[in-house]
């Protein structure tokens, strides 16, 4: 039965069972004489095989009295030692005390535990069974000291019903499976049946604080390393939400997470997973979880996941050289595990008996339902035999949880003997032969690794799924992308996983981005722009990991994925309104579309064409088209823009141009509304007018709005005041063109599930934000003629109807013509302007040490806009053509074109407002502020300053 250390002849083995044995026998003689010579040559053996055995029982000789007694447990066999486990925690008087009881239990039965193993032989089963037994009667002992004790403090946890509620510890893994090795870790996790709070005590907490204390007390009862050693390294980062989730939880919480959340490697964890004890609420709870693990329909898709952990793993065996691992590498314990469990989540829906935690109990019934053939079971009964036999004794050695075969000659030796092998060469065979076999298994059922398919992501695919620490991070990362900023890069990955923690993503959405985040880390760009394109990219990942549809976009769609990277790469803006507006991912899938940009004039049909399939009464979803339409016209202006296909000029253009046709839209879809409900002014019925124009202002006006620009409006109408509407409710014109003022703005302005539409800014209308929202044209005219400051004249300057009537619109012209025109004192047009051009400067001029504001300082945007305003107003009187335009380049063309200007000074001005501009434009695709170095286009801007001077004087 045994094998004597003298055949096996191992040098190393007969001297660490001599070093142990003298140990011992120095405080052990009155022991050693009550033993006979069988006892005494195992004790021997056991010491030679095992350090953890002999250091336990060099510390604590009376141990070996007691396991050699004729009462004690026989470990050959399985054995339920629960009643005199519990009998001596339940005795315990502090929680110090249980501390010390729990260790020395655990210790001295995993010493009988492993001398049976080593030295007796005995089966794997048993000992597999009675280590599982062992955990779960100290976990239960544990925990239900722990519970009365923490009742003690904050009294009896109860349901809103007072129904007492306790609680309950899932097993996983091979805990769950009553097949845990000789020294694993426990994976645990907590729940209790249902919220409510605690009775008895001064002070009442509720449940969930209460399981959350009980249950760190009781991984500090298992984990907690003392002089006395731990009883189990504790493991919770199973539970729903792992590291980031509440310690507890309660039945409701676990069944919406696992039926919202849950993923397809916790379906593998919750197949094991078993209630430690008993209780009254175990079904219930089995009840609740089965249909998360188990589809009612034959499950095929889990093959699919199978795979990405299979590769997965695969790439973390190689990193970690882990060939030589019994459990990891090909071949191990792990791919024996995985075979059964693909099984069993096809068919074990549908088959109930395959809902087996066991995996040799499973292994067997497979056979029965025909999933695999007898010889693939035999030879994975074969090689699981023989390689959790291998583990448990490698583990037993030292008492550590390892899998990697072991590289010391002694640890060779003991596994040697253990196993039957004479030499350590015919073990290695052995092994070898039944992992390639069990490899040969696993590659039949998912596939051979397609490394030519595979390698593109598999790099990136070990390094996404690693948890590693930050050296091995950076370094994995500089082997593939050398002049990466790695740390920087890992810092954003990890925070960015850290995130994904605390959304509810979702099953389908972890493995969609499990598939897509390698994918990005190979498409990121090789140059330094990588951490600036990896932090935008992430910055819209994150807006849309909880709406799955879009991470399978970007996943089916390569192309599009890289466009998408492309233009984070070249532009914060876009990548910021791309996770503002992640609808607009669509737009990347064909770039012919993307970067096919309408003609100005194309906008208004486009947009009529967008609208047709919103029915005209659903105003919110009209306001929703109009607000896509705008932003997906924009992007294509952006994309264009930075891939140099559309000039500045050429793209303030196109944003004006979108701008209008979306004014005239509003006008139309508010002019809609307010006739269905008041009719509409008698004195448009039987024309295509409405009696109402818009007039831009500012950049609206100047025809230079940017991606981000408000719209400067105002309002006309030129219907009499004794005008009604022709509706049954019959309003005033006056008050039917308020309200649809009001109609227009709220249309703009209100914040929907896409955005506002427009900021419309209405204070240049007369009178300011004290005049009335719209006013008829006559007044208007007034209003310029007799109370306008100089300063709105300058903003006339820049005005032009931007949608109305075309009647309406002609009566506009010419007023602006008219008031442009009237004859001004020079020298008080020139104070006036200089004036307020300094107001503004001071309390706009954002410049400081170093830094100038690109518009507000001296020879900046505004010094032009203000130069061009001041000639126009000063000499349009004589020279009529120059308030045909409204924005400056033309206004400049204008006054070279009169000789009010040089050609130098034209040139120079132009030249330098389209630099700064440029400047400008380019800090905002970036998300930056307008300011720039204060020696960047300082010729430029002196020459501005020169010309300022000549013609406004001292600036």
Request: with cysteine; net charge negative; charged share 20%.
């Amino acid at each position: 039965m045994q094998k004597s250390l003298s055949d096996i002849q191992n040098a190393l083995l007969i001297q660490q069972q001599t070093d142990h044995f003298n140990r011992f026998s120095e405080n052990a003689a009155e022991v050693i004489q009550a033993l006979t010579i069988e006892q005494i040559h195992l004790l021997k053996q056991a010491f030679a095989l095992s350090d953890f055995v002999a250091e336990t029982f060099i510390s604590n000789p009376e141990w070996v009295s007691e396991m050699f007694s004729p009462s004690f447990f026989d470990f050959t066999e399985q054995v339920d030692a629960s009643a005199y486990l519990l009998e001596r925690i339940s005795n315990c008087a502090s929680e110090d005390e249980l501390h010390r009881v729990l260790r020395q239990l655990r210790n001295k039965f995993l010493s009988a535990i492993a001398i049976a193993d080593l030295c007796h032989h005995c089966e794997l089963k048993t000992s597999l069974a009675n280590l599982s037994r062992l955990t779960d009667t100290l976990i239960d002992g544990a925990l239900t000291w722990l519970h009365q004790h923490c009742q003690s403090l904050w009294g009896q946890p109860q349901n809103n019903q007072g129904v007492e509620q306790t609680l309950l510890v899932y097993a996983m893994g091979k805990l769950g499976g009553k097949e845990l090795n000789f020294s694993s870790d426990i994976d645990l996790i907590f729940v209790y049946p249902e919220g409510g709070e605690t009775v008895g005590s001064r002070r009442s907490i509720d449940n969930q604080q209460y399981f959350t204390r009980l249950g760190q007390k009781l991984i500090a009862a298992l984990d907690q390393v003392t002089k006395d050693g731990f009883v189990f390294r504790v493991d919770m980062r199973l539970r729903p939400f792992g590291d980031s989730g509440p310690l507890a939880l309660s039945f409701a919480a676990m069944e919406n997470y696992y039926q919202d959340q849950g993923r397809d490697w916790e379906r593998y964890a919750m197949l094991k997973a078993r209630i430690v004890g008993d209780g009254p609420y175990h079904q219930a709870l089995s009840d609740l979880l089965k249909p998360f693990v188990y589809r009612r329909y034959i499950d095929f898709s889990v093959i699919e996941s199978f795979r990405r952990m299979k590769q997965m793993i695969a790439q973390e065996a190689r990193r970690r050289k882990l060939q030589y691992n019994i459990k990891l590498g090909a071949g191990g314990i792990r791919e024996i595990e995985f075979i059964v469990q693909v099984f069993q989540l096809i068919r074990g829906g549908r088959e109930k008996k395959l809902q087996q935690r066991n995996l040799l109990t499973a292994l067997s019934l497979l056979v029965e339902h025909d999933c695999i053939s007898v010889n693939s079971a035999e030879t994975l009964r074969s090689a699981y035999y023989f390689l959790r036999r291998s583990e448990n004794a490698i583990q037993a050695f030292t008492d550590q949880q390892t899998q990697q075969l072991p590289d010391s000659d002694l640890n060779r030796a003991r596994l040697t003997h253990v196993m039957g092998f004479a030499q350590w060469q015919d073990y290695v065979v052995a092994c070898q032969r039944h992992m390639q076999a069990v490899n040969h298994e696993f590659s039949l059922l998912v596939g051979e690794d397609n490394e030519q398919n595979t390698a593109v992501d598999a790099h990136w695919l070990t390094f996404w799924h690693a948890n590693w620490d930050t050296q091995e991070s950076i370094e994995w990362i500089l082997k593939k992308r050398s002049s990466w900023p790695a740390e920087l890069l890992n810092k954003q990955l990890r925070n960015f996983q850290a995130d994904l923690k605390k959304r509810s993503v979702g099953n389908r959405g972890r493995q969609v981005l499990d598939k897509l985040m390698p994918v990005l880390l190979e498409f990121l760009p090789e140059q330094q722009t990588a951490q600036l394109t990896l932090q935008r990219t992430l910055q819209v990942l994150t807006k849309i990991v909880t709406r799955t549809a879009y991470l399978e976009l970007l996943l089916e769609n390569p192309p599009a994925f890289k466009q998408l990277l492309n233009l984070c790469q070249s532009s914060a803006w876009i990548s910021e309104y791309l996770a503002k507006f992640p609808l607009l991912l669509d737009e990347l899938i064909d770039p012919k579309l993307l970067y096919a940009i309408p003609a100005f004039n194309d906008y208004p049909q486009l947009l009529g064409e967008s609208l047709l399939r919103i029915p005209e009464d659903d105003l919110e979803m009209q306001m929703e088209g109009l607000r896509q339409f705008k932003q997906t016209q924009q992007l294509k202006i952006a994309a264009a823009d930075i891939t140099g296909i559309l000039p500045v000029m050429k793209v303030s253009d196109h944003l004006t141009a979108l701008a209008e046709a979306i004014i005239t839209e509003v006008v139309s879809m508010a002019w809609q509304q307010m006739v269905h409900r008041y009719g509409q002014p008698n004195s448009t019925i039987g024309t295509d007018e409405k009696g109402f124009a818009v007039i831009g202002y500012g950049k609206l006006g100047g025809i230079e709005l940017g991606y981000g620009s408000d719209l400067d409006l105002v309002f006309v109408h030129n219907r009499d005041a004794s005008c009604q509407t022709s509706g049954e409710k019959s309003i005033p014109s006056k008050q039917f063109y308020l309200k649809m003022a009001q109609r227009i703005l709220h249309l703009f302005n209100t914040r929907t599930a896409n955005g506002i539409l427009y900021e419309a800014d209405m204070r240049l209308r007369p009178s300011g934000n004290s005049g009335l929202m719209v006013v008829h044209i006559d007044t208007f005219k007034h209003y310029q003629n007799t109370d306008a400051w100089t300063w709105e004249h300058q903003a006339l300057v820049r005005a032009r109807a931007v949608s109305g009537d075309k009647a309406l619109i002609e009566k506009f012209t010419e007023i602006r013509h008219q008031v442009l025109t009237e004859k001004r004192d020079a020298k008080q047009l020139q104070l006036d302007v200089t004036k307020m051009r300094e107001k503004m400067r001071q309390h706009l001029d954002t410049s400081s040490e170093g830094v100038i504001d690109i518009k507000q300082s001296v020879g900046g945007l505004a010094d032009i806009e203000f130069l061009a305003q001041y000639l126009v107003l000063n000499n349009n009187h004589e020279h009529h053509g120059l308030s045909h335009f409204s924005d400056n380049v033309r206004i400049f063309g204008g006054l070279q074109a009169e000789q009010l200007i040089t050609t130098a000074e034209q040139q120079q001005l132009v030249s330098s407002y389209c630099a700064l501009r440029d400047t400008g434009h380019a800090l905002v695709l970036q998300s930056l502020p307008a300011q720039m170095a204060e020696d960047k286009l300082l010729i430029e801007r002196q020459q501005v300053s020169d010309i300022w001077r000549k013609y406004l004087g001292q600036n």
